[in-house]
């Protein structure tokens, strides 16, 4: 008696990890690509200022490219935005 028992869990516990495989699979899961982590991890911003000017670049850690994506500086009155690169993708900032 106990046997049958120990098969029938076995065989449910069996089925129940084959179906479990099957639903994640058709739902598109699948291992994270060692690519993907490393374009997460790919820029690096920075910002600097000292009150009357501040800014902010962008580093490539890949290729240690760095580029100035905004640039503010102000003197006296006058208000004056040097770049404006904020909504550009790395490879076109120029």
Do not use: C
Not at 9 to 29: N, P, Y
Not at 39 to 46: E, G, H, K
Not at 60 to 83: A, C, I, P, R
């Amino acid at each position: 008696m106990t046997e049958k028992t120990y098969r029938e869990r076995v065989k449910f516990f069996v089925l129940g990890l084959l179906v479990a495989m099957g639903f994640i699979s058709l739902l598109g899961a699948k291992f994270q690509d060692e690519t993907v982590l490393l374009d997460a991890l790919r820029y690096r911003i920075s910002a600097w200022g000292d009150g009357k000017a501040h800014g902010a670049f962008i580093v490539d850690s890949f290729t240690g490219q760095t580029k100035v994506v905004y640039s503010h500086n102000e003197v006296e009155d006058n208000k004056l935005v040097e770049k404006d690169y904020l909504n550009m993708p790395f490879h076109k900032i120029p």
